[in-house]
């Protein structure tokens, strides 16, 4: 039978509950400062070798770099310091050209170097210096050349009647591959007998001038032929591509026949109507066009 209660004003004392907490030894959370303590040592050891690592696998210049890279400095002075375009400039540290050859690299040397100073008697002698340097008298010889051909089929144009008329249908363009000789079609002449490869005589002739000139000289030399956008009725058997590939070959072959030996033509291609002369109106006459270049030669070869 469960016990009641005690009735009010009874002179029983109240029942006392005690609540014990049993604590386990060392099975308690001892919290996280500790974890952040050894992160932070981590880290630091991993700074540490990686460091180590850098000083062993660069060079004296990549280091160079990579201390530019994280100083702050004027933006003038960066684009100006070691490294280039980036931070290694395009090189990968772990490249063999780029493993140090000496224990010595190792280290730093202090150089002092005078302000305005200027390289000795070889310098720029090396390889790459003497390709460059080969390279350039070249192009500066080329250029001479060009400007000798220009003035020569330009005074044969001059003094021979028969090219008089021509004189604005003949340009000499200076580009990055060489000298570009165009022989331009206009509304009142026309290279070629309308829609063939047959040269007209005024043509072959003034082609055969500029073969005279070009002769002797050692460039290579490509041809280009274009055209305007006029359609062929029928293009399964002609169109502008054929057309004017026929026609960079037609002035090849004279340009052969009259002294340019074979094995200087580097390409001889057609372009259709691709690149007009006058972009604004692709059916106009001077769109039709030979292009022939006279190639820059190789300091190295």
Same mark, same amino acid.
Request: charged share 25%; proline share 5%.
């Given at each position: ?9 009874? &002179? ?67 684009? &100006? ?40 008697? &070889? ?115 002609? &169109? ?62």
């Amino acid at each position: 039978m469960a016990s009641r209660a005690p009735a009010r004003g009874s &002179n029983q004392p109240p029942k006392v509950i005690v609540k014990k907490v049993m604590v386990e030894a060392h099975g308690g959370h001892h919290g996280g400062a500790w974890k952040v303590a050894y992160a932070d040592f981590v880290t630091a050891m991993m700074a540490f070798f990686l460091l180590l690592w850098l000083l062993g696998a660069t060079t004296e210049k990549q280091r160079k770099a990579l201390a530019d890279y994280f100083t702050p400095t004027l933006i003038e002075y960066r684009e &100006n310091s070691a490294g280039s375009d980036g931070l290694l400039g395009g090189s990968s540290l772990i490249d063999k050209d780029n493993y140090p050859h000496k224990a010595a690299q190792l280290g730093s040397r202090a150089m002092s170097v005078p302000i305005g100073a200027e390289g000795g008697d &070889n310098a720029g002698t090396g390889e790459k210096g003497a390709i460059k340097s080969a390279r350039q008298v070249v192009e500066a010889e080329d250029r001479r050349n060009f400007e000798k051909l220009k003035a020569e089929v330009t005074a044969q144009m001059q003094v021979n009647r028969a090219f008089t008329r021509l004189r604005k249908n003949i340009r000499f363009v200076p580009t990055r591959e060489g000298l570009r000789i165009d022989l331009i079609d206009d509304a009142d002449f026309s290279m070629f007998a309308l829609g063939t490869t047959a040269l007209e005589p005024a043509a072959a002739a003034l082609i055969g001038t500029i073969a005279k000139s070009v002769a002797p000289m050692g460039n290579q030399l490509s041809v280009r032929g274009h055209t305007d956008n006029v359609p062929y009725g029928d293009p399964r058997t002609m &169109n502008n591509w054929m057309l004017s590939s026929g026609r960079a070959e037609a002035t090849r072959r004279k340009l052969n026949a009259d002294g340019v030996a074979d094995r200087r033509f580097d390409r001889i291609e057609g372009v259709a109507d691709r690149e007009p002369f006058i972009a604004a109106n692709p059916a106009d006459p001077r769109n039709r066009r030979v292009s022939i270049t006279l190639l820059y030669r190789r300091g190295d070869r």
